[in-house]
């Protein structure tokens, strides 16, 4: 029971904090240490990420459609000479802009375990400082013009912004999805076209760390106890749907500053807890052994 009670609550965590512009990793890591839990295990790791990118394929399924449809199309178009860069239509170039973006990651993605890394010591006080970096890009890009940019206008400037966006939220406690929508924010993105950029951009990114992850569990014998998988994978999924919705109606009005506040508190709250501990040599609330 334990087992599955401990899968929820990362399910929980995982499916709100993937979307929520406040860092999944930050947020889990903090938990794991206040429960006084490991990860859970890779493979549970890897089933909270399938989770929510079942998500992301649910919301966005019309868009993610479209993209696939003009994957194709761009191939065809390209062996008989008709691809022109200039006249990609709205699913088109947001396709090339996610193509681009995620091969930007990919050599800093393979490096993963270098920016993990401040996870695996018994101090929170890292994660803390990147809560307050998230936090203040938050407030800054809550507070930026509101741009008018669709999926067709997309530059492969504001594609670069982005794509690098991702590899600083590589450490835990800087929100990816705050980081990328922020980033596209930055660069005069219309609202909801930020938020589609950012999350579908997030698809490559998860199902890639995914396989990374796995690979790490093939061959190694290790015995799988479906019912806390399922309940996590269940439970971050449902979650998921939940979290995108609230972040798409949110930045509709100009409330991401309340992420950042958040954010801004909980990185005081850690910094000064990890002080706490490192100064008196104690841990604090084991919930869980």
């Given at each position: 029971m334990g087992d599955i009670i401990s899968a929820a609550i990362q399910g929980v965590i995982q499916g709100l904090?993937?979307?929520?512009?406040v860092s999944s990793s930050g947020h889990l890591s903090v938990a794991r240490h206040f429960m006084n839990v490991s990860e859970g295990g890779i493979t549970l790791?890897?089933?909270?990420?399938l989770g929510t990118l079942l998500a992301v394929f649910i919301m966005f399924r019309k868009r993610i459609w479209g993209m696939i449809k003009e994957f194709f199309l761009s191939i065809r178009d390209i062996f008989?000479?008709?691809?022109?860069?200039?006249q990609m239509n709205d699913d088109r170039r947001?396709?090339?802009?996610?193509?681009?973006?995620t091969l930007i990651l990919v050599p800093f993605a393979l490096i993963k375990d270098w920016f993990t890394s401040v996870?695996?010591?018994s101090d929170i006080i890292f994660e803390g400082c990147a809560f307050i970096f998230t936090a203040i890009v938050l407030i800054l890009s809550d507070a930026c013009v509101k741009g008018a940019k669709t999926g067709k206008d997309i530059k492969i400037k504001d594609m670069l912004v982005v794509g690098f966006s991702q590899v600083v939220a590589l450490f835990p406690g800087v929100s990816r999805s705050g980081s990328t929508v922020s980033a596209g924010l930055f660069c005069g993105l219309a609202r909801d076209t930020a938020v589609a950029f950012s999350f579908i951009l997030g698809i490559p990114a998860i199902l890639g760390s995914a396989v990374l992850e796995a690979k790490d569990?093939?061959?190694?014998?290790?015995?799988?106890?479906?019912v806390p998988l399922a309940v996590g994978a269940v439970v971050a999924a449902a979650v998921g749907l939940l979290a995108i919705k609230l972040v798409q109606v949110i930045i509709k009005h100009d409330k991401f500053k309340i992420f950042g506040i958040y954010t801004l508190i909980l990185g005081i709250a850690c910094i000064g807890v990890g002080i706490y501990e490192n100064v008196t040599g104690n841990r604090l609330f084991f919930v869980m052994q």
């Open positions: 904090t993937e979307f929520l512009p790791s890897i089933v909270l990420h008989t000479g008709r691809f022109k860069w200039s947001m396709m090339v802009m996610v193509i681009l973006a996870q695996e010591d569990i093939i061959g190694s014998g290790v015995e799988l106890d479906i």
